[in-house]
């Protein structure tokens, strides 16, 4: 069994920065791409940004140049830095692990979600 355990959301001031981590725990497992998503109250979760396991990059329009997105394979850890904060980047930030599965010939991937933590950007 994986878990993902997310860090460092909180209240931070406009144009502030906050850094996102997500640790992924357990035992004998890889992942394939990671991401970050946000869900504001009561919309659909939006995707930020995303990352392949070797390192490819893509975010969503209104965070470029803002937001930095990496991962450390060997502790199997992602983060998402977070610059010039806005506060309509107030929302609650869900990290995701595709995990590489197998049956048989046949491989397909399971996507494994954080619990969620809280951003708030507000003066």
């Known amino acids: 069994q994986v878990q993902l355990v997310e860090s460092g959301g909180g209240l931070v001031q406009p144009g502030g920065s906050l850094r996102l981590s997500c640790a992924a725990s357990g035992s004998g497992f890889s992942i394939n791409n990671m991401g970050w998503y946000r869900q504001y109250s009561g919309k659909q979760r939006e995707l930020v940004a995303k990352i392949t396991a070797d390192g490819t990059t893509d975010y969503v329009d209104s965070v470029k140049s803002r937001f930095t997105i990496s991962r450390d394979n060997a502790k199997n850890t992602l983060f998402l830095q977070m610059n010039s904060l806005h506060a309509e980047d107030t929302a609650v930030y869900y990290c995701?692990?595709?995990?590489?599965?197998?049956?048989?010939?046949?491989?397909?991937?399971?996507?494994?979600w954080g619990q969620g933590t809280q951003v708030t950007v507000s003066p």
């Open positions: 995701y692990a595709d995990l590489p599965k197998y049956s048989g010939s046949y491989a397909y991937e399971v996507r494994y």
